[in-house]
């Protein structure tokens, strides 16, 4: 099991720029999967990017693809979400998640992810 906690959220205009972080407790962040999620209001948490425990197989929505990269530094315990080209419909509460599981690639099911952040607030204006 780990804790997460995101940090990164704000209010930036349509066109513009966020990074979200994700730190994590645990000796064991080096071998778990890690996802990001977002939840907009009356909407379904939804899947947003998911990254290997070696960082080098990663999967996207197809809405933030080109757009958004995740990344992560297991010696500092962090994953993290660059996120350009902003836009209005990217206005959501975002979680970031871990999956202990071995699955080749990262999973995009939210049902595999074990442990969750309390999550950060991103929010476009237009």
């Known amino acids: 099991q780990v804790q997460l906690v995101e940090s990164g959220g704000g209010l930036v205009q349509a066109g513009g720029s966020l990074r979200l972080a994700c730190a994590a407790s645990?000796?064991?962040?080096?071998?778990?999967?890690m996802g990001w999620f977002r939840q907009a209001p009356g909407k379904e948490r939804e899947f947003v990017a998911a990254?290997?425990?070696?960082?080098?197989?990663?999967s996207y929505a197809d809405s933030v693809k080109g757009r958004f990269t995740i990344s992560r530094d297991n010696a500092e315990n962090t994953v993290y979400l660059q996120m350009n080209t902003l836009k209005p419909e990217d206005t959501a509460v975002y979680y970031c998640?871990?999956?202990?599981?071995?699955?080749?690639?990262?999973?995009?099911?939210?049902?595999?992810?074990?442990?969750w952040g309390q999550g950060t607030q991103v929010t476009v204006s237009s």
């Open positions: 998640a871990a999956d202990p599981g071995s699955s080749y690639y990262p999973p995009k099911d939210k049902n595999e992810y074990n442990d």
């Open positions: 990254i290997s425990w070696s960082g080098r197989r990663t």
């Open positions: 645990g000796r064991t962040f080096g071998t778990y999967a």
